[in-house]
């Protein structure tokens, strides 16, 4: 082993490159935060609406690939929720999913979740920013698997509440 392999995996074993990526991950971090907030400041609501835009692309595209990797029954309706469940689990947000069976004339769930699962990403933006890609990223995620559900989010962390409630309405 040449010395410079001996050095790599010293400092690897050390944990020196997980600490160089959460470094790269902070600074990236902190990058975006402030890119989106000059573009918002400069740019305003066509700032906005572009991050919403971005935002539901994102949710359906993650969503696409947890139905693909979970092998989802889309036909099921409880499965509008499981992207938005997976990705609250990834984040470490415990959840639950309510159905509301009582209801025949619109179908719906609800889904809450102890916490944000962008209290870290979004953290120091605008609040409008925050809740509008909230709301598209969810919508993403709920139209990978059903494009005749809607979202409505009924209560948000960002705005002093324990928990965020999502509920999810069939057409």
Not at 60 to 84: F, H
Not at 137 to 151: E, F, P, Q, R
Request: with cysteine.
């Amino acid at each position: 082993m040449d010395r410079f392999t001996r050095f790599a995996n010293t400092w690897k074993s050390v944990g020196v490159t997980s600490k160089v990526k959460w470094q790269q991950r902070s600074t990236l971090d902190r990058f975006n935060t402030m890119l989106v907030r000059r573009l918002a400041d400069k740019y305003g609501e066509e700032t906005k609406a572009l991050m919403e835009e971005i935002a539901y692309q994102i949710g359906l595209e993650d969503g696409e690939k947890i139905c693909e990797n979970l092998n989802l029954d889309t036909a099921a309706m409880p499965s509008a929720l499981v992207p938005l469940e997976t990705v609250a689990l990834l984040t470490g947000i415990d959840s639950e999913v309510y159905s509301d069976k009582k209801s025949r004339q619109f179908p719906h769930l609800s889904f809450k979740c102890s916490g944000c699962i962008f209290g870290q990403i979004f953290d120091g933006m605008d609040q409008d920013i925050r809740e509008r890609v909230c709301h598209k990223y969810s919508l993403g995620l709920v139209h990978s698997v059903n494009k005749d559900a809607d979202i409505k989010v009924l209560r948000k962390c960002c705005v002093g509440n324990r928990q965020c409630e999502f509920m999810v309405t069939f057409r």
